[in-house]
């Protein structure tokens, strides 16, 4: 049978002084007379007694711990973990810094009464200071609501959706994925097709809402034939690439939705015994490893995302600070990657 943990109670007792004495001196207050502080010391070393450092946090309203809840996809594929971890290591790295851990809730995107769950939970409960969601899809507005209404410290990272609103650091994908169709637009290239993919993804909304624009400002043709369809992966970049060719399709260039998805529509080109940039341009997001291994290396975006979790953690950590909720929106700044992948578009003549 093991033997029984020594409570602050069984301190004061030995010690001969009050629990409140015992818990001003576990909380460092001078008020402490010295001879009290030696009995204490002395009840503690005999008692083998280890102060709940958890409940001293909470009673001082303070728990010291930010929570990061990643909104993903059921079975999250190695692509995201690979473009969020640089988000997650920032953000952990400057609340480390300034005294805080960071607890880590995964939640599926599909599940919203457990995402309203946890986060109603943790402020209820004081059992963080603050709140981070990672999210690509679009937090319920709602509870966006809730946290505003109870005040409570939070940060939306990552896409720029609906909820985004005025609190939050995010990509304008909208904005970046139409200066890709003026690129492609000036280099002559008339019908430019995007490689999407079917979910509710915030970001993947925006990039394509960026690419319809994109095409309207140029005064170029918006067909539903354009738009293809992957899941992300490299495989479907080529099936669906391979398949639009196939069929006779006559796109002369393509934005990849990432660049796993753009690498396919490369090898599928080439499997077609047609040439990048020669024949068909293609253009990525991301600056993922593909893009560099690619051959030709892949024109693509590069987002600061070590940028974004740390700029999350400096707003998180100032509401928290002021102990309130303060609205902040942070738009990260991209920037284009040179590759090989794009060239000015054939002349009738020349094809």
Request: without cysteine; glycine residues 4%.
């Given at each position: 049978m093991s033997e029984k943990k020594a409570t602050l109670n069984d301190v004061a007792v030995r010690a001969g002084v009050s629990a409140g004495t015992v818990s001003k001196y576990i909380n460092n207050s001078s008020s402490v007379k010295e001879i009290n502080r030696e009995k204490i010391e002395e009840a503690i070393k005999t008692l083998n007694f280890t102060p709940n450092v958890y409940a001293q946090k909470l009673a001082k309203g303070k728990s010291n711990t930010v929570l990061l809840c990643i909104i993903s996809?059921?079975?999250?594929?190695p692509s995201s973990w690979l473009y969020q971890l640089p988000i997650i290591q920032a953000l952990n790295d400057l609340l480390v810094e300034n005294g805080y851990s960071m607890q880590i809730r995964i939640i599926a995107a599909e599940e919203t009464y457990q995402l309203k769950k946890c986060v109603i939970n943790c402020m209820a409960g004081k059992e963080a200071d603050g709140i981070a969601l990672l999210s690509v899809?679009?937090?319920p507005a709602?509870?966006?609501t809730e946290m505003k209404q109870r005040n409570f410290p939070y940060v939306l990272i990552e896409g720029v959706g609906s909820s985004f609103g005025e609190n939050g650091v995010g990509i304008d994908n909208r904005k970046m994925v139409k200066e890709l169709v003026h690129i492609l637009a000036e280099l002559g290239h008339e019908k430019i097709g995007?490689?999407?993919i079917r979910s509710r993804q915030e970001d993947m909304r925006q990039r394509a809402l960026g690419y319809r624009e994109g095409l309207l400002e140029e005064g170029l043709a918006v067909e539903d034939s354009y738009m293809l369809y992957g899941d992300f992966s490299i495989e479907s970049g080529y099936r669906c690439v391979k398949e639009y060719f196939e069929k006779g399709g006559e796109c002369t260039a393509f934005i990849g939705g990432n660049d796993n998805?753009?690498?396919g529509a490369i090898k599928a080109v080439q499997a077609l015994?047609?040439?990048?940039?020669?024949?068909?341009?293609?253009?990525?997001i991301d600056d993922s490893i593909a893009a560099a291994a690619c051959t030709p290396k892949l024109q693509t975006v590069h987002f600061e995302l070590g940028q974004m979790g740390h700029q999350a953690a400096l707003q998180l950590l100032e509401q928290i600070q002021k102990n309130k909720c303060i609205e902040m929106q942070t738009i990260i700044p991209y920037r284009m990657v040179q590759g090989?992948?794009?060239a000015r578009a054939k002349k009738p003549s020349e094809k």
């Open positions: 996809e059921k079975n999250i594929s899809w679009d937090i709602d509870l966006v995007f490689i999407n998805m753009a690498v015994n047609m040439s990048v940039p020669e024949d068909i341009s293609v253009i990525g090989e992948s794009i």
